[in-house]
């Protein structure tokens, strides 16, 4: 009996391995990121089954909060969990390690459990923006996490790395091609001690590619450049003979050359973040989005790699699955809506993970809402539109008004416009609470939905469907003195 259930086994297993080979590419290489910084955030388990619903197999999280892993126990995902920045010096002390690998990895590593991949030592720790905060403490929190690894009997199969923004490389001033690529030179030593410790221990080298903001941040940037469907503007490295028509591309390949010069040329890489945003930017839109993603899909599932590293398996993470509303928003508006995801889980446009036609994506199911009313300035009120600007400052500080922004979804609405969404973003960031659609008189209550072509003004989520025991987190501050620009100056 014994020997017959083996034999059963190691021919389902067999059956099974040869259906994965069949599969398209994408449906094993494709992952999401799976941030949480929002005031209203869809239940875990709500997500694990629309992860699932949709086929994807992969999730990076950026903690290692017990909600999002205890729904993700039994799912069979493959799951990076993270190590946040601001623990890292933390790390420092091995006992510590020891401890947090015991609570956050040991602790799910049983039948049913999580299936763990990678621990994320921090996320992009170097960030030249971070003004080298940390620095002195990611290599040894790499260290002794892998050390705990090792020392708990999960390093053959669990690895730590460290995600890092594409700033950690980059290429000379008088050699701007790939194959010249170099570690930025004022961490070139530390990150060549980086990448030889994830040689040694069988880790990949994690990076965040971010097309988008190429062209966000270059006002002169080729807009097709940053996309897979061929371009009028390539670029040729004299350095490898090659000619570029994507940034995804030369960007990777600028690294593949940095790790070449550091004596690590063939360590595997993961693509820890790739993604386009839907709002906050005027090049940051549901159709741009959409075909970004159609020609990184058909990149993925073909395993076409890069021109240094052709015809090779690239594992990926898209960013991300959900919007987030109260992400920081210092690098741009754009910051909270990444997601391919709505705030309430559903889908902004169609799109296929395996590579092929677009397809529906299948959204969260049975949410809750709040009841449908909205919080409009009160047309009534005599003097109107210039006595709104400190309530519109005041709601835009504690709720998310990025979509108002230059370029955004709702930048074309007028001052009465600009104000009826700001309040009702304060009004359901609230939970509809009485109370909170006054503003001194200047605003009310409607049942009549105030959305416009392209401008959607939203019914969140209700608290009763928030995450069982979480908190909702703080929006941060938005710089009032923009948004009380734009309610002043944008008139009918």
């Not at 005027?282 to 075909?291: C, G, I, K, S």
């Not at 709720?399 to 969404?421: E, Q």
């Amino acid at each position: 009996m014994v020997a017959a259930s083996y034999g059963l086994a190691a021919l389902v297993a067999a059956v099974v391995g040869g259906l994965m080979l069949m599969m398209p590419a994408a449906v094993t290489a494709l992952g999401v990121n799976w941030g949480t910084m929002a005031t209203h955030p869809l239940p875990p388990r709500t997500v694990v089954q629309m992860l699932q619903d949709n086929g994807i197999r992969k999730v990076k999280l950026f903690d290692a909060d017990a909600g999002p892993m205890s729904a993700l126990a039994g799912s069979g995902l493959e799951v990076m969990v993270a190590i946040p920045n601001n623990m890292l010096g933390m790390m420092m002390e091995y006992d510590a390690a020891r401890e947090w690998v015991h609570r956050n990895v040991s602790a799910y590593n049983f039948d049913g459990g999580v299936n763990i991949k990678y621990v994320a030592v921090g996320n992009e720790p170097f960030l030249t923006s971070l003004n080298g905060t940390f620095l002195n403490v990611t290599l040894p929190a790499l260290q002794n996490i892998q050390r705990a690894l090792d020392d708990a009997g999960l390093g053959g199969t669990i690895k730590a790395t460290v995600p890092l923004n594409a700033d950690v490389y980059d290429s000379p001033p008088d050699q701007p091609y790939p194959s010249a690529g170099r570690f930025r030179a004022d961490i070139a030593d530390l990150m060549t001690s980086i990448v030889q410790f994830l040689n040694q221990t069988g880790a990949p080298f994690t990076v965040n590619i971010y097309p988008f903001l190429s062209l966000y941040g270059s006002p002169g940037f080729p807009l097709d450049y940053a996309f897979f469907d061929g371009t009028s503007s390539p670029v040729s490295d004299p350095g490898s003979g090659v000619t570029y028509t994507n940034v995804f591309d030369a960007n990777f390949d600028t690294l593949v050359s940095a790790l070449a010069a550091a004596g690590v040329g063939g360590l595997p890489v993961v693509v820890g973040e790739v993604g386009w945003p839907t709002d906050g930017d005027a090049h940051a839109t549901p159709a741009l989005a959409q075909r970004f993603y159609a020609g990184l899909t058909r990149k993925l599932a073909a395993n076409a790699g890069t021109p240094l590293r052709p015809n090779q398996y690239v594992e990926a993470y898209l960013f991300g699955l959900i919007d987030e509303d109260a992400k920081s928003v210092d690098p741009g508006n754009f910051e909270r809506h990444w997601g391919i995801m709505r705030y309430d889980g559903q889908p902004k446009f169609e799109m296929d993970l395996q590579g092929g036609d677009a397809v529906a994506l299948v959204g969260a199911r049975d949410v809750e809402y709040l009841p449908r009313q909205w919080c409009v300035a009160n047309p009534n009120v005599p003097g109107l539109q210039a006595r709104v600007a400190d309530s519109v400052g005041y709601a835009c500080g504690h709720a998310d008004c990025t979509s108002l922004g230059y370029g955004s979804s709702c930048n074309g609405l007028d001052v009465v416009g600009n104000a009826s969404y700001a309040f009702n973003a304060y009004f359901q960031v609230q939970d509809q609470a009485e109370g909170s659609c006054d503003f001194q008189g200047l605003a009310v209550q409607t049942a009549q939905d105030p959305s416009t072509n392209g401008c959607n003004f939203t019914i969140q989520i209700a608290t009763s469907s928030s995450a069982a025991g979480s908190r909702r987190a703080p929006v941060v501050l938005l710089v009032s003195v923009v948004l009380l620009a734009l309610v002043l100056l944008v008139a009918p």
